[in-house]
């Protein structure tokens, strides 16, 4: 069974630019999350999908965030325009229906420059 | 407010010699608290979930353990394939939103 997958897994954007990281939740995941790691720092709660509804975005930084699951399957997180201290890791996640125990994709690295 | 903290932030055992890392936590009733391992440049791979107080789990050479206040995972006879970053995570009543905490690094040197 494929897990949680994300795209790009890498990507270098200049301060101003547009990124958007997509992710692929392990089939059947009614739930998917997007949490961030920047320098230094845990990993932090961003946003919660429960299928196309957004559940709880209180980790969302600023508006400059902008999470979309259109159809419950697959979702996007689009950075617009970037800062410096945006630099860092993505994660995504997902869950079962009813079901706490998260797992995790590899991550999107973002740096911005 | 909802807060794990983990000890140590690092640390270096030598092939077979078991330990412990611990994680404490304050979160107003516990869902679950949560182990995880993270390589560098991968993201992090589920390990275990606790739900009560007194609850243990076991894979391979790890054992979970949980407080009210604290869980342990104790890692015996470890190998140098158990050098990683190992998360302890919780989720309060207020949803599936899961605290992090710093991670311990582990360095198991053969």
């Known amino acids: 069974e494929a897990g949680v997958t994300q795209f790009p897994s890498h990507s270098v954007i200049e301060k101003g630019q547009t990124v958007t990281l997509r992710c692929d939740p392990i089939?059947?995941?009614?739930?998917l999350y997007w949490y961030r790691r920047v320098m230094g720092k845990e990993i932090k709660f961003l946003l919660h999908?429960?299928?196309?509804?957004?559940?709880?975005e209180s980790g969302m930084p600023n508006n400059r965030f902008l999470a979309e699951r259109t159809g419950g399957t697959y979702s996007t997180l689009k950075v617009q325009p970037a800062e410096l201290e945006d630099s860092g890791v993505y994660f995504c996640a997902s869950s079962q229906e009813g079901r706490n125990t998260i797992y995790f994709g590899e991550g999107s690295w973002l740096t911005v420059v | 407010e909802d807060q794990v903290t983990q000890s140590p932030e690092a640390l270096r055992l030598q092939e077979g010699e078991s330990s412990s890392l611990n994680c404490s936590y304050t979160v107003s009733g516990l869902r679950g608290l949560f182990w995880y391992r993270q390589d560098p440049g991968k993201g992090p791979e589920f390990l275990f979930t606790?739900?009560?107080a007194g609850e243990e789990k076991e894979k391979e050479r790890l054992k979970a353990t949980l407080t009210k206040k604290e869980s342990f995972l104790h890692i015996t006879a470890p190998k140098p394939e158990d050098s990683a970053t190992y998360l302890c995570a919780v989720q309060g009543p207020g949803g599936f939103k899961t605290i992090f905490g710093a991670g311990t690094r582990l360095f198991v040197k053969a």
């Open positions: 999908f429960v299928k196309e509804s957004k559940q709880d």
């Open positions: 089939s059947g995941h009614d739930n």
């Open positions: 606790l739900y009560s």
